[in-house]
T-cell receptor, first 112, second 114 residues
């Protein structure tokens, strides 16, 4: 099992460019999440999806959109990147059966 | 109000000593779960330990134990016999009710000194 995979690992964008961060999990989990991690701030929830076909805003959703394409995949889109979106982005998945969220390796995004 | 508070931005501990990382939480939901994750310099998030609000005993996983004091709303992580590989950021997190979302603290950077 690969667990949670994310692509790309690194990305540099110019202000105003768009991009999509991809996330997939092979654990058949219902719930998936996108977090961002900034120095001194811990991880903050951007969006989450409790099940296929549903998405909800987290703590810091502005500037982002998400798509739960199917049970495996949950993508995060930046329509018009801003320097404030420079961060490390983590995707995670979970199921109520387990007392753990499983994290992907992260994507380091820099917006110039 | 912060839901998860980690008051120690950084700690230095001698190798082989025990270390306690502090975490306090705030919730009015009687059903909740508390988690600790480790993030080494390589960046991945590693799950360490979980404590449910109704669990009667403190959780333990190898050298990790969770000192759960419900009345004080604290869930401190205790690492026994620290090793150089324990140097990392440590995050406390909480899940409330039937919701699977996690709220994270700001983390503690632990450095083990040889």
């Amino acid at each position: 099992n690969a667990g949670v995979t994310q692509t790309p690992k690194f990305q540099v964008l110019k202000t105003g460019q768009s991009m999509t961060l991809q996330c997939a999990q092979d654990m058949n989990h219902n719930s998936m999440y996108w977090y961002r991690q900034d120095p001194g701030m811990g991880l903050r929830l951007i969006y989450y999806s409790a099940s296929e076909g549903t998405t909800d805003k987290g703590e810091v959703p502005n500037g982002y959109n998400v798509s739960r394409l199917n049970k495996r995949e949950f993508s995060l889109r930046l329509e018009s990147a801003a320097p404030s979106q420079t961060s490390v982005y983590f995707c995670a998945s979970s199921d109520l059966e387990y007392n753990e969220q499983f994290f992907g390796p992260g994507t380091r995004l820099t917006v110039l | 109000a912060q839901k998860i508070t980690q008051t120690q931005p950084g700690m230095f501990v001698q190798e082989k000593e025990a270390v306690t990382l502090d975490c306090t939480y705030d919730t009015s939901d009687p059903s909740y779960g508390l988690f600790w994750y480790k993030q080494p310099s390589s960046g991945e998030m590693i799950f360490l330990i979980y404590q449910g609000s109704y669990d009667q005993q403190n959780a333990t996983e190898g050298r990790y134990s969770l000192n759960f004091q419900k009345a004080r709303k604290s869930a401190n992580l205790v690492i026994s016999a620290s090793q150089l590989g324990d140097s990392a950021m440590y995050f406390c997190a909480m899940r409330e009710g039937g919701n699977e979302k996690l709220t994270f603290g700001t983390g503690t950077r632990l450095t083990i000194i040889p």
